[in-house]
């Protein structure tokens, strides 16, 4: 089991940035993948970036060139850094990592962005 706490998130004018970070309960050395995915109101979970344990990355269309992931694998955590918002990008975001083949997923922390 891997506990993932998120912390971030909240009520942003567009144009705005806003920051996330995410907690693991485990090394996250040990984490092959780790990121984020988001889920607006009457549509599916949606990838936002993934980063590897080598560092590669990986961004859903239409946060490329805004968004920015990163991972600090001495403080165990995956920071997810917003930029340029848009009203589109209002949705419950969620961290998630991938340990030992198997999924786990943060509680989601809300991100509102204002027209």
């Known amino acids: 089991q891997v506990q993932l706490v998120e912390s971030g998130g909240g009520l942003v004018q567009a144009g705005g940035s806003l920051g996330l970070s995410c907690a693991a309960s485990?090394?996250?050395?040990?984490?092959?993948?780790m990121g984020w995915y988001r889920q607006a109101p009457g549509k599916q979970r949606e990838l936002v970036a993934v980063?590897?344990?080598?560092?590669?990355?990986n961004y859903g269309d239409s946060v490329k060139g805004r968004f920015t992931i990163s991972r600090d694998n001495a403080k165990n955590t995956v920071a997810l850094q917003m930029n340029s918002l848009k009203p589109e990008d209002t949705a419950v975001y969620s961290c998630?990592?991938?340990?030992?083949?198997?999924?786990?997923w943060g509680q989601g922390t809300q991100v509102t962005v204002s027209s």
């Open positions: 980063v590897s344990s080598v560092g590669s990355t």
């Open positions: 998630y990592v991938l340990y030992y083949g198997n999924s786990y």
């Open positions: 485990e090394k996250t050395s040990s984490l092959p993948l």
